[in-house]
Nanobody, 114 residues
Framework: QEQLVESGGGLVQVGGSLTLSCAASRRIYSINGMGWYRQAPGKQREFVAGIYRGGVTNYADSVKDRFTISRDSSKRTVYLQMNSLKPEDTAVYYC????????WGQGTQVTVSS
């Protein structure tokens, strides 16, 4: 069964760091791009970071220079290293392909205390 399983969320203080992981099935991982998205309470889900064939990456302006997306193909896992966390980073974080699959995983909650 094809799955997206996010993990690594938690509670962290302002300025802290956290690393999220996303395990994907072989079929899902074979798609050209993988990305991280987030949804804060009362807001729409938004793009955070993406990684593509050749290692090309891109980031939302709000996280540029603070977050780093990477992938380990041997583990079919995508990571999001988050540094210098801010309260506005509080959200449920999801991984998915680029372009998007028609479904989402459960996500992982990241809460940044002020």
């Amino acid at each position: 069964q094809e799955q997206l399983v996010e993990s690594g969320g938690g509670l962290v203080q302002v300025g802290g760091s956290l690393t999220l992981s996303c395990a994907a099935s072989r079929r899902i991982y074979s798609i050209n791009g993988m990305g991280w998205y987030r949804q804060a309470p009362g807001k729409q889900r938004e793009f955070v970071a993406g990684i593509y064939r050749g290692g090309v990456t891109n980031y939302a302006d709000s996280v540029k220079d603070r977050f780093t997306i990477s992938r380990d193909s041997s583990k079919r896992t995508v990571y999001l290293q988050m540094n210098s966390l801010k309260p506005e980073d509080t959200a449920v974080y999801y991984c998915n392909t680029i372009p998007l699959l028609p479904y989402w995983g459960q996500g992982t909650q990241v809460t940044v205390s002020s």
